[in-house]
């Protein structure tokens, strides 16, 4: 069996809300090898910064094969023997793809995207994490690894994003991200501003155009039981409670036809690879 180490960041896990308790149970149940980085992260940062300790613990890393997870990515305990086979049977790729199951509430989640978490370092130890809008997706020789042209797996990733986070501690998360983001890039995009309202007016907004794509129902008792106990025990003032409030709203005919057409393109995808190698 192909060794495997997963490689996330930490900085001030229980000030920041994260689930970290929960994902390194899940993370070290699945994995060989834990490996933590980020603990050192300055409070003031440029947003190269993420990809390039995300690389440390990449190089840190011993697997053959190497997950890079956020600390509010997942993996369902079902699922851990098939990903595992899949290691073995994309052995010669250098990335596999995971669709990501994006909740703001227990209840409903959507396909968000496909991302490249799963890099086979035994074959191709010099990928870099430093691609993407957000400069920690894998590359290999400067080029992109495309998730759609690479395997992908049936098995998502669980996303908890802002989950167990307050208004508050939302706001000046956002406001330090995108200070990060204009050092970085010279403007701060669609993320508001430097200071903590425009920033979480800009969360806000974003946080309602994305949840018109939520529209896949889900029962509360089969998320990974990592997570599922500190989900019902969820404080009030939490966004995972309600989403403050922001209503999930039905789908009009276009999002629907853009769902389908998604959820067909990765299905398609993925049957691709999986012919091929039989």
């Given amino acids: 069996m192909k060794t495997i180490s997963i490689v996330t960041t930490m900085t001030n896990p229980s000030s920041r809300n994260d689930p970290w308790e929960e994902a390194l149970a899940c993370y070290e149940e699945f994995a060989d090898e834990v490996v933590i980085v980020g603990n050192d992260w300055p409070y003031e940062f440029t947003w190269s910064h993420i990809g390039k300790t ?5 190089e840190k890393a011993t697997g053959d094969w190497v997950l890079r997870m956020d600390l509010d990515y997942f993996l369902h305990e079902k699922d851990f023997k098939n990903i595992k086979k899949l290691f073995i049977k994309y052995k010669d790729f250098p990335v596999i793809s995971f669709p990501q199951y994006q909740f703001f509430t227990g209840k409903k989640y959507s396909i968000r995207t496909l991302i490249g978490v799963a890099v086979n370092k035994k074959k191709y130890p010099d990928v870099k994490l430093n691609g993407g809008g957000d ?9 992109l690894l495309d998730p759609f042209k690479n395997p992908i797996s049936k098995y998502p990733i669980y996303q908890y994003d802002s989950f167990f986070r307050t208004k508050e501690i939302i706001s000046a998360d956002r406001a330090r991200f995108a200070r990060a983001w204009n050092r970085e890039f010279g403007n701060y995009g669609d993320r508001g ?15 309602k155009d994305k949840i018109t794509s939520h529209i896949y129902n ?17 404080g009030n003032d939490a966004f995972g409670y309600d989403a403050f409030g922001i209503a ?11 769902e389908i057409k998604k959820i067909v393109k990765i299905n398609l995808s993925r049957k691709k690879f999986e012919l091929k190698i039989i």
């Fill in 54 to 58: 995300f690389q440390e613990g990449f």
């Fill in 135 to 143: 400069l920690c997706l894998p590359t290999f020789q400067n080029q």
């Fill in 193 to 207: 501003g430097p200071n903590e309202n425009e920033a979480y007016l800009a969360w806000e907004k974003m946080i």
């Fill in 218 to 234: 889900f029962d509360p008792e089969k998320h990974p039981k990592y997570i599922k106990e500190k989900i019902k025990n969820i």
């Fill in 248 to 258: 999930y709203t039905k789908p009009r005919i276009k999002e629907l036809l853009n």
